[in-house]
């Protein structure tokens, strides 16, 4: 009982503290999307054994978060997303460069495993900030939290009710095939509700060609979403199982770190971004 309170009251602020950063967007979304990834990379290279951890940096690791700090400042001062491919690929040459004057103290596994951790983490969940960004962009952001979050409980609840079958047995044992579906059902319907209550809810819905969209496309980018997200949750989960451990961290009590909490939104937050656009378009 004590665990489901912590882990419940964990929930409850994470969803409160994301969703007041999502109203304000500008400096508090860019700020807190900022220390997530931060976060998120250094659980990252320790799980694959590349952080020293605390407040020793190694010269790898250092490059990687320049890289991540430049990301996220020109991607609030620019207002040009193009522009940030070619940061990624100037941050590519500099993990290359960091290998060439340091070797042979890296191996080239270990440029791949860290500019993954780099696009994998802070890039991948950079899209939240670019979708809020976007026109009414906090009405088109919590398209990212139905598809991951929601889909999340509906899977566990329809799961804990229906679920035989497992989905994948070897790699993550809870989850069933009555879950996954359940969860990407329950978003769809929350979705397509979202959908239909929208016009109250948006004062500037005439000014967006997305939010004047009917319910059913709510319904679909969330049902695409779930099932996106769901992939994005057992990615996770094959990674701590490669590397033999069972949360990334344990900054979140009753959740474990930032990527044990985010993995379904890092893959969601990129497909919604995409999909809003598509349907605006």
């Not at 690791?61 to 609030?76: H, K, P, Q, R």
């Not at 496309?217 to 033999?244: E, H, M, P, T």
């Amino acid at each position: 009982m004590k665990n489901f309170l912590i882990r419940l009251i964990s929930s409850v602020s994470l969803v409160l503290i994301t969703l007041v950063a999502l109203w304000f967007g500008g400096v508090a979304l860019i700020l807190l999307s900022f220390l997530v990834a931060l976060k998120a990379y250094r659980e990252l290279l320790g799980a694959l054994s590349l952080s020293k951890g605390g407040l020793k940096f190694s010269s790898l690791e250092a490059v990687g978060l320049l890289s991540i700090t430049a990301y996220y400042l020109i991607m609030f001062l620019a207002d040009a997303p193009a522009y940030l491919f070619y940061l990624l690929c100037a941050a590519l040459i500099i993990h290359m460069a960091v290998y060439v004057l340091t070797y042979p103290k890296y191996h080239i596994q270990q440029i791949i495993e860290a500019f993954f951790c780099l696009l994998y983490g802070p890039v991948m969940l950079s899209f939240v900030y670019l979708t809020r960004s976007m026109s009414a962009g906090f009405y088109i952001v919590i398209l990212i939290l139905i598809s991951a979050w929601v889909c999340d409980t509906g899977s566990y609840c329809v799961g804990m009710l229906l679920g035989k079958r497992r989905l994948a047995p070897v790699l993550s044992p809870k989850k069933t095939v009555a879950g996954s579906v359940g969860g990407v059902l329950t978003a769809v319907l929350v979705g397509a509700l979202y959908g239909i209550i929208l016009p109250g809810l948006a004062l500037d819905i005439n000014n967006d060609s997305l939010l004047r969209q009917p319910a059913y496309v709510f319904a679909i980018i969330c049902g695409v979403g779930a099932i996106i997200a769901q992939i994005g949750d057992l990615a996770a989960s094959a990674i701590k199982r490669n590397v033999g451990i069972k949360d990334f961290g344990a900054l979140i009590p009753g959740h474990g770190g930032i990527m044990d909490r985010f993995d379904s939104i890092i893959f969601t937050a990129p497909a919604i971004y995409l999909l809003a656009l598509a349907f605006a378009g």
